[in-house]
Every structure is written in structure tokens, then in C-alpha cells.
């Protein structure tokens, strides 16, 4: 259940645009119509006149891809780092865990405020690189306290003799065995890269140029929409983060259970 919500709004994200009949960003329709299948307008209109339900699909899309991006940028710098200071151990550890904790310090916000005051148009990619670069430190944490507990097992000692280079075994012995929570990590980045994204969307650091599900909650609240009753235009978004990243974490916790042997009790 919880895999087929995410697989559904991704489904949802792929083809949605494609259904779309109106611009996202377009003026020009009736304004704050209720959803209604007249003129496809399936999901109502904006105080302004432009179509929800093309602005949902197209944020829903731009969400999946920054949790793909963003995510994916956090699990690499985390593997990276997290292997590293675990397997060399000494001097190598002690500066790549002084580096772990200056990032983990950062105002995150802060740090955003004055890069986007240098910015004249910022787009997804930035957002996502942006999150990537700023979430990876616990990952990177929770990497290396694994790979000291299995540097010293037998199967990494027999793979130093037979002469493989450090990065053979950190990817051909190491890792292997640290699959499944990998995969478990990379769910946790994926699912807080949205929900990132959504918040610097919704207080306005998000992307200038597009639209977004953040972005579709801070028009509507600047609009007024609650006071209004012009529901149908925050309730979706609102409604598709939060089963997302719900989904995905209710997912992680199902996974532990399933990979960790002492949580079911054996």
C-alpha cells in the first residue's frame, strides 16, 4: 500500500502533464471556477485564472525530480565521505568528520537568503544541487559508523590480501553488504529533498521560473485562498506532499522492520 501511493503520484506525475489542457503559468481563464470537467478545468482555477490541476501535475513532476536529484546528490557525497572516513580511519576520519560537522552547523536557510539575493533566475537544477550539498551529513555519519563495524571482518582482511585497491573493496565488499540500508537512506534523502524543496518554495526561495507544489500553497495563501474558500487550489498540494513523503517514510520503517531480524523479533 504504502509503495503503490508513491508509484501512483508518480504515475500520476508522468502522465498528468500530458493531460493537461491548459499552460500552467496561462491567464485568461474563468477566474476561482470550481473543478469541473467544463473547458478542462478538472481541477478548478486560480483567483487568477489559471488552471490547478496543469499547476499540480507539473509541480508533482518537478517534485519527484528534486527528490531524485537532490536526494541522489546527498547519497553520493554521503557514500563518499561516509566510506572513506570509516575504511582509512586515523587523520583521513578526523578531517572528513570536522568537514561533516562545519556543514552540519551551516544555516541552511541563511546560506540560501544570500545566494538567492545573487541570483536573478533560480531553476530546479540549482534548488536541487543546492539540498543535495546541505543534506548529506548524517548520511555520511550513519555510512561510516557501518563501515567500522565491517572494516575488521574477515571477508575485507582476506580482500586486502588478494591485493584489490581500497576502492574495490569499499564497493565490492563493503557496500554489498550495506545494501539494504542504502537503499533505505536513499528513501529517507529522497522523501526530505521534497519536503525541502516544498518549504523553500512555499516561504519564496524556491525556483523563479516554473511552478511548483510549494509554490502553489504560497500564491494561495497570499491570494487568500482559505478565507476565500478556494479549496481546491492548496488542498492538492498540500494533500500530494504529504502522501508522498508520509508514504515514503511509513515505507522505510516497513523496510527496517523487514532487513533488521531484531526488530521482528528473531
Known amino acids: 500500500v504504502r509503495l503503490s501511493i508513491t508509484l501512483a503520484m508518480l504515475l500520476f506525475a508522468v502522465v498528468g502533464p500530458l493531460l493537461a489542457q491548459h499552460p500552467p503559468l496561462e491567464y485568461g481563464g474563468r477566474l476561482s471556477w470550481s473543478p469541473t470537467t ?7 482555477t486560480t483567483l487568477l485564472g489559471q488552471d490547478v490541476f496543469a499547476q499540480f501535475v507539473n509541480g508533482l513532476r518537478l517534485a519527484f525530480i528534486v527528490g531524485a536529484l537532490g536526494g541522489g546528490i546527498a547519497a553520493g557525497i554521503g557514500m563518499l565521505v561516509g566510506f572513506t572516513a570509516g575504511y582509512r580511519a586515523g587523520i583521513v576520519d578526523e578531517v572528513l568528520n570536522m568537514l561533516t560537522n562545519v556543514v552540519l552547523v551551516i544555516p541552511t536557510f541563511a546560506l540560501l537568503l544570500v545566494i538567492a539575493a545573487y541570483l536573478k533566475v533560480r531553476g530546479i537544477m540549482m534548488e536541487s544541487v543546492f539540498i543535495g550539498v546541505t543534506s548529506w551529513p548524517w548520511a555520511a555519519r550513519a555510512l561510516r559508523s557501518q563501515t567500522f563495524s565491517l572494516v575488521s571482518r574477515d571477508f575485507v582482511e ?58 502553489m500553497m504560497q500564491l494561495s495563501v497570499q491570494n487568500a485562498a482559505l478565507q476565500l474558500h478556494l479549496w481546491w487550489w492548496f488542498l492538492p498540494p498540500g494533500l500530494a506532499i504529504t502522501a508522498i513523503v508520509g508514504s515514503l517514510y511509513v515505507m522505510n520503517v516497513g523496510l527496517d522492520e523487514v532487513f533488521n531480524p531484531k526488530l521482528r523479533g528473531i
Open 38 to 44: 467544463k473547458e478542462g478545468h478538472w481541477f478548478g
Open 158 to 215: 582476506m580482500a586486502r590480501l588478494s591485493g584489490r585497491s581500497s576502492w574495490q573493496i569499499i564497493f565490492r565488499e563493503i557496500a554489498p553488504n550495506m545494501s539494504s540500508y542504502l537503499f533505505m537512506m536513499f528513501i529517507l534523502l529522497f522523501g526530505n529533498a521534497i519536503l525541502i524543496a516544498a518549504t523553500l518554495d512555499f516561504i519564496g526561495l524556491g525556483p523563479s521560473n516554473t511552478i511548483s507544489l510549494g509554490m
